[in-house]
C-alpha cells in the first residue's frame, strides 16, 4: 500500500504547498481572470472542492456495496459547471473557499490512507461500457488536481 500513502502524502504537500498561494491572491486575480473553460480561480478551487467530495463519497462506495458501482458521475456532459453555477463559488468568501479547498483535501487524502487492500479491486461504472476499478480512481487523483493547479497558476502568470 505504499503507493496508496504516497497518494495520500502528495495531496497533503500539494495542500502545503498551495494554501498560501491561494489565500493570497488578490480578488481580482481570483475572480476576473478567465480559463479555456471560462472558469475563474474561484469557480475552478469550487471544482477542486466538488471532485474531492464526489470521490470521496465513490471511495466509501466502493467499500462497501457491491461492485460494480452505480454512482453517478457528476463530471460529465457539463454537469460539473452545473455543480459551480448552482453553488455561486463566484461569489463564495475567498478565505471560506480556501479552507474549504483545503479540509476537503485533507479529508480525501486521510480516507485514501484507510481504504482496505482488499477492496481496491472493486470497480465504479464512470460510464458506458467503462469500469474504473478504487485503485486506478485513488492514483489517478493527484493527475487531477495538480491539472486543476497548473490552471490556477496559469491564471496567476497571466497578463
Known sequence: MKEIDSVSNEI??????????????PEDIISQRRNSLNRTIKQIVGHIIDSSSNNTHKI???????????????ATLGN???????????????VTLVQLWKYSLIHISHVIK?????????????????????????????????????????LINKE
Open 60 to 74: 466509501v462506495h466502493l467499500q462497501y456495496q457491491t461492485p460494480p458501482l452505480i454512482f453517478p458521475n457528476y
Open 12 to 25: 497533503i504537500s500539494l495542500v502545503n504547498d498551495w494554501e498560501p498561494v491561494l489565500i493570497s491572491l
Open 80 to 94: 460539473n459547471d452545473r455543480w459551480i453555477a448552482i453553488q455561486d463559488y463566484q461569489n463564495e468568501d475567498w
Open 114 to 154: 484507510n481504504v482496505r487492500a482488499d477492496k481496491m479491486n472493486n470497480e465504479w461504472i464512470s460510464g458506458p461500457g467503462k469500469k474504473v476499478t478504487l485503485k486506478m480512481m485513488i492514483v489517478d487523483f493527484p493527475r487531477h488536481l495538480k491539472l486543476h493547479l497548473s490552471e490556477i497558476d496559469e
